[in-house]
């Protein structure tokens, strides 16, 4: 049994956390849980967004299974989701976008993994008052961030058998932080040579991959890129329901959804859980637990194909408990 840290998070954070965690009981995960609430809601409970004991459980477990978190947006805190990257340097975020045959969509045969660096660019959340109507941001690349990202992409694709990967980056006007990611990039590719690699501007890409998404395999771009790109790259596929995340380091891994905390749905439980389910799969292959991340994939599969009892987001109006039961029968 490996003991893992679970955080249940804000708005539809706690209803889907409990419905993948029922899967993975059901599926006889040999998972312990320690579970915690952290987030928005739990700093006006108890004053913190994550309390001390969470970080400790995590920094004793070292494996992250992760809902979403509710970010004020232009005041307040600092989103706790950089915060978790940077304090436990999870520098690679890894999101697989794979088209499923049961949910409709203009787009097939996706097949795309997105390697969003995670720890610098303009998330360094560096701004500055220069005076009342002008605001300076700063976006940060360093050689030793790009490498780590770039070769964790080119590493992914040996390992997995993968064709190609494209750089994304915005080079052509950011000439000296996005050209120091793409020309480390260019170094990088030569030393995998059995690996296609060719690089974008990330307006085109955003365009080329709605025209010809098959021309795509591996991407690896700067962090706002790669937040922007993959949550394109969910809609190819159905929408933000179903793209999961891992975020890992050289000692830390954390297991998330890419949506965040949809408070326009949050306790009504028809919230899609699929994302943090798959997320939990690939903690589980993480983990070496391939077989049972794989009675779930097929039992999610065979739930998705029959159509019965698929959530609104997916055109159906199972409610997430629904969902879950039917996910339950199929492990
Ligand atoms: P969102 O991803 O929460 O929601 C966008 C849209 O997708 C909404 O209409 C929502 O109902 C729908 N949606 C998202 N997940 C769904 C699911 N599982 N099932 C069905 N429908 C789903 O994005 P937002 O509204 O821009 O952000 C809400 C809050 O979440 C903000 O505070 C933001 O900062 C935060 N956020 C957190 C994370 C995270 O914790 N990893 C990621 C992104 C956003």
Redesign the pocket.
Known sequence: MKTITVFK????GPE?TDAVIAILQAAKAPLNYEFFNVG?AEYERNGALIPKEAFTSFERTHVLL????????GKGFR???VTLRNKYDLYANIRPAKSNDAVPTPFSHIDLVTFRENTEDLYVGVEYKINADTIHAIKIITRQASERIIRAAFEYAVAHGRKRVTCVHKANILKMSDGLFLSIFKEIAREYPQIESDDKIVDNTCMQLVMHPENFDIMVTPNLYGDIISDLTSGLIG???LLPSMNIGKDYAMF??????????AGKH???????LWSACMLLEYLGETQTAFAIRSAVDAVLAEKKYL???LGGTATTEQYRNAVIAHV
Request: glycine share 12%.
């Open positions: 998070g804000d708005g539809i889907i928005a992760k809902s979403p978190i509710t970010t004020p947006i989103s706790l989701n929408g933000l329901g998330e959804a890419v949506h965040g905390s949809a408070p326009d749905i028809i919230a899609n859980p699929t994302a943090l959530t609104p987001d």
